[in-house]
């Protein structure tokens, strides 16, 4: 279309003089309007300055020419930038920003303008400068060289290329205004794109319940909606920063620390004096650095380089960067909590296993014996304790009784007692020599802990048959056995605490026993309970009980002992496993 | 909640990657982990083909992006194909037919693979 057009110009007409013939007057006119009519259907401002540029070429026949426009927004035409075009005419943008500066009105003589200037365009070739503007507004201009016949332009000549430069110049404004409003439209469209991806991913982010998904989610968003290759992504939350995502090279030894207190985006240069990493930053190719904003505070970084576009980030993309990554922040965040209430329910869970396995460890329904009545009285403090007792029936005649208290509490304390027990029901089952069963309890004890883990341990062996009580205390509190005629005797022959070295002898008592004898085992959760004023219950109070209860059955004794405990001990928290056993004798 | 599928099939010296339903940020990992095994097995001509995708979202767009440096690093690449307009104007909005090459039918990206 533009060479056709081109081709009925350059056919039309030699140039005339002052009152040439009516009919080259003519098609002068008729080659203008159909310019107009041309120009003003065209949005391209390349378009525009080629067809004025040809069609006054082939009128005047000059074949140096030249165009130039300031382009108004519009990336495809390159924001703010010139476009110029020209046939053997080139000039600098010295020249065209002194031009501008000038605001020419109309047409001037090349000569007709300051000296300096003058001469550089003389030197480029042109002999005449066209603005093209409306009323309101300079656009740009049109050069034009000297005729092939070498004289400047005649009056008519001149007055139609000033016309050629108004139609150019309307037809300009008009794809000026209509590059705005496709701008904004796109604007508008991309504000709507991003408040669609702000929705999306608060309704993914509100579903995801680990932190890479979560990253990963934010990066796509990123990705997706700026066109960004080069960021990294830095969590900080009060903690040392920790770069989570990084797809900038260099930047994963730099302390990242004075940005963690950012609360709002910053872009970077590379003179910047503070904070002192951004520089150094920029040098890397950070271009903006976006705080993570959680509850007020900065929670991590998101450090942006250049997208494939190469162009800067506007502040309406920061602000809607800001957005997604507050939001991330949040789905971060409650991935961390879901994960610690995870690993706390897990705990407790295994916890009451151990419990509802200890409890299985523990004996819970009691054997009959001959010429003994046996009751047992236990609660730990934890779900796992580190208390032991055990009752076994060794044959009809035949009781063991035994008590023992690991250091420590929780699960290592529950392990320990759980290999106390199976050591010693499996010693017990082997042979009935308590020293020796107990020495061999110390070297095991000893080889399976650390200096700080011990075991006081008491057992003893009753016969109904010879009415004797063989025991051996390995630095256990020492039991009472309660003598029907109100005399009391501590059982305290035996040895070392289990533990504490490899090898330990030990020795064991023996007490003959009587009808209504009474033997009360404990551990020192008894003795030791304290109260609110932090004081113990002690052996003392204990043994006041006992005096006054051991005509009672076994079980009845533990419920006084335990009442005087709960009197004595008030309100306060309860601070140690209580365990205590008891054995009338009959 | 909306479905989205994605099937590869071999296509001479190419894959093509067939798209279906809806690509957002709940569907994402699903393609990405597609890319991840194209990119596993040393595939990196690599056509997807946008027929029967209905809709893609900012984060769908985000995981081509993912890709695209390390399938070009490796002297593949990513070429788009047959999308609806809906799914093309995302694309074009956020300025990406500048960044990738997009064509009306799979089988001219084929061509532009089977030629090299």
Known sequence: ?586 | MNEFKVLTRDSGNAVVMDLHGFLDAHTAPDLEKTFAELIGKGKFNIVVNFDALNYISSAGLGVFMAYIDEVRGNHGDIKLANMQQKVFNVFDLLGFPFLYEIYKDQDEALKKFNSQ
Request: a negative charge; one cysteine or more; proline letters at 3%.
């Open chain 1, 1 to 586: 279309m533009n060479q056709n057009h081109d081709n009925a110009l350059s056919g039309t007409s030699p140039q005339g003089p002052p009152g040439q013939p009516v009919n080259d007057q003519l098609i002068e006119l008729t080659s203008l309007i159909e310019t107009a009519k041309i120009l003003n259907t065209s949005l391209d401002y390349r378009f525009i300055l080629n067809h004025i540029m040809l069609a006054s070429m082939g009128k005047l026949a000059v074949s140096r020419t030249a165009a130039v426009v300031r382009a108004e927004g519009g990336a495809q035409q390159g924001e703010g930038s010139r476009i110029r075009i020209g046939k053997g005419i080139s000039l600098s943008d010295d020249v065209l920003d002194e031009l501008y500066q000038i605001d020419l009105e109309g047409s001037v003589d090349a000569s007709g303008v300051h000296n300096s200037l003058a001469k550089k365009l003389a030197d480029s070739g042109v002999n005449r400068i066209f603005a093209i503007r409306t009323s309101h507004r300079l656009f740009g201009y049109f050069f034009i060289g000297r005729k092939l016949i070498g004289t400047g332009l005649a009056p008519t000549e001149i007055e139609f290329v000033s016309t050629l430069c108004n139609i150019a110049a309307a037809a300009i404004e008009n794809a000026s205004v209509f590059q705005q409003y496709k701008d904004s439209n796109s604007e508008l469209q991309r504000r709507v794109q991003e408040l669609q991806t702000l929705f999306e991913l608060s309704k993914e982010f509100s579903l995801l319940v680990d932190e890479p998904r979560a990253l990963r989610t934010l990066e796509f968003a990123i990705m997706g909606q700026t066109g960004a290759r080069k960021y990294a992504v830095c969590l900080s939350n009060g903690k040392e920063p920790r770069v989570v995502v990084n797809r900038i090279p260099g930047i994963e030894s730099l302390d990242l620390r004075p940005l963690c207190s950012l609360d709002q985006a910053l872009r970077l240069t590379d003179s910047m004096t503070e904070p002192a990493v951004a520089a150094e930053l920029a040098r890397k190719g950070v271009e903006i650095v976006i705080p993570f904003q959680l509850k007020g505070r900065t929670s991590g970084l998101l450090l942006l380089g250049e997208r494939l576009s190469k162009s800067p980030y506007l502040d309406s993309e920061i602000n809607f960067l800001s957005s997604l990554c507050n939001l991330a922040a949040m789905a971060i965040d409650n991935a961390h909590l879901f994960k610690e209430s995870l690993a706390k329910q897990r705990l407790e869970e295994e916890l009451n296993l151990a419990h509802a396995i200890q409890e299985k460890l523990l004996p819970r329904e009691m054997p009959s014996f001959v010429g003994s009545d046996v009751a047992t009285f236990h609660i730990p403090t934890k779900q796992v304790g580190g208390d032991y007792f055990d009752v076994i029936k060794l044959n009809e005649n035949l009781i063991c009784v035994a008590i023992a208290d690991v250091s420590g509490k929780g699960f290592p304390a529950a392990l320990l007692m759980a290999n106390l027990q199976s050591a010693f029901r499996a010693l017990m089952a082997a042979e009935l020599d308590l020293a020796g069963i107990t020495e061999r309890l110390n070297s095991i004890i000893f080889g399976n802990t650390d200096f700080d883990k011990f075991i006081t341990f008491f057992a003893a062996v009753y016969s109904s048959v010879s009415k004797h009580l063989i025991y051996v205390n390995a630095g256990h509190n020492y039991p009472f056995l309660m003598k029907s005629d109100g005399r009391i005797v501590r059982l305290d022959k035996g040895g070392l605490i289990l533990g504490i070295v490899q090898r330990a002898a030990y020795e064991t008592g023996d007490e003959p026993v009587d009808n209504g004898d009474v033997l009360y085992m404990f551990t020192d959760g008894v003795s030791e309970a304290l109260n609110l004023s932090e004081e113990q219950f002690t052996e003392e109070r204990l043994e006041g009980i006992l005096r006054l209860n051991s005509t009672l059955r076994p079980a009845a004794i533990l419920e006084a002992v335990r009442n005087e405990i709960v009197n004595f001990v008030g309100d306060a928290p309860q601070s140690d496993d209580i365990t205590q056993v008891c054995v009338k004798f009959l």
